[in-house]
DNA sequence: GTTGCTGAGTCTGTCAATCAGACCTAGCCT
DNA sequence: AGGCTAGGTCTGATTGACAGACTCAGCAAC
């Protein structure tokens, strides 16, 4: 039984292109700490251990993708520098990070559990990310959801 | 105001840890291809040009790493081959699909809109990701949540 | 029984990226 | 003038990506 999937394009993949952004090594280790409030090149460098071209070059392909702003900032008695802060591009993908936090807690952390969780500013419970049809059913399972073309789809040329 | 999350440490830390395997240019775009229903190694190479021996690679990675497995077949008049197929742990990764898949329709899609969508088996809508929180709010805004240390949390040595 | 086909790879050589470590630089402070 | 600091850049060695050719097992047709 062929899957269906054969007959249907992939070069407009938006996975595809997320992943260009997201699917290197360190980028989504450097957006965790600036969602943990981190900005700053140095402090970044220490905490991940990301060589300092790496982070210059993964620091400089964000801003230039539209996922963090580089914003100039100087503390008193210091000159001027600059730190990193997400855009609006940036701030959505909490659900991304949420999502592979959950998914690494679940089979990658040690014995004594994760070392990070995300918390609902209002009530202080911790947050999840679900699966939901907009209907507003709960998809528990994951086998519950189906892949199918999308409006943007296209048929294969071969 | 130096940020609290410098204090902890990040040698745990489970996004790390998911991006080691999650994290390589071609993982997510295979694992699309094995959520579509795509199997077999030479279907997904031409579906998605990665070279061979790259795609060989991400494979094995990702069955020694528990994603998927490797699973004998036969069809008739053929020798016995192999395909891969999702384990728990990589069905599992749908809701970082489905969220990885959120973000690149919002802001890196054609503007006939996504080639891929993803729907509830029971009633077709279309399924989403939600942040929500353990005591059942719906988390609406990317800034209504806060990163804080969790149970494996660990001070910083230095 | 030799030739050819097919799916699923491996081998090889080139080129780009990663990494560690040293070096640089602008402005501030002494 | 000399030193400190944040935020880089430069250099050379190692690793990974990639394209293209080659391999290999089993089936099938001649």
Redesign the interface.
């Known amino acids: 039984m062929r899957?269906?999937?054969?007959d249907?394009?992939?070069e407009?993949?938006?996975?595809?292109?997320?992943?260009?952004i997201?699917?290197?090594?360190?980028?989504?280790?450097v957006l965790?700490?600036v969602?943990?409030?981190?900005?700053r090149f140095d402090?970044m460098r220490?905490?991940?251990g990301v060589p300092r071209q790496v982070l210059a070059n993964r620091l400089a392909m964000l801003v230039e993708r539209?996922v963090l702003r580089r914003e100039p900032y100087r503390e008193p008695g210091s000159r001027e520098r600059h730190e990193y802060r997400l855009t609006e591009?940036g701030?959505?993908?909490?659900?991304?990070?949420?999502?592979?936090?959950?998914?690494?807690?679940?089979?990658?952390?040690?014995p004594?559990?994760?070392?990070?969780?995300?918390?609902?500013?209002?009530?202080g419970?911790?947050?999840?990310?679900?699966?939901?049809?907009?209907?507003g059913?709960e998809?528990a399972r994951?086998?519950?959801?189906?892949?199918?073309?999308?409006?943007?789809?296209?048929r294969r040329a071969d």
């Open positions: 899957p269906a999937a054969l249907w394009s992939v407009n993949c938006t996975i595809a292109r997320a992943m260009e997201l699917g290197e090594r360190w980028t989504l280790v965790r700490e969602f943990n409030g981190v900005r402090d220490v905490r991940t539209g591009m701030l959505d993908l909490w659900p991304v990070l949420v999502a592979v936090l959950g998914w690494g807690d679940r089979y990658l952390a040690d004594e559990g994760s070392p990070l969780t995300v918390a609902h500013r209002d009530c419970a911790e947050v999840r990310v679900e699966l939901r049809c907009e209907r059913h998809v994951p086998r519950d959801v189906v892949p199918r073309p999308g409006p943007g789809a296209r």
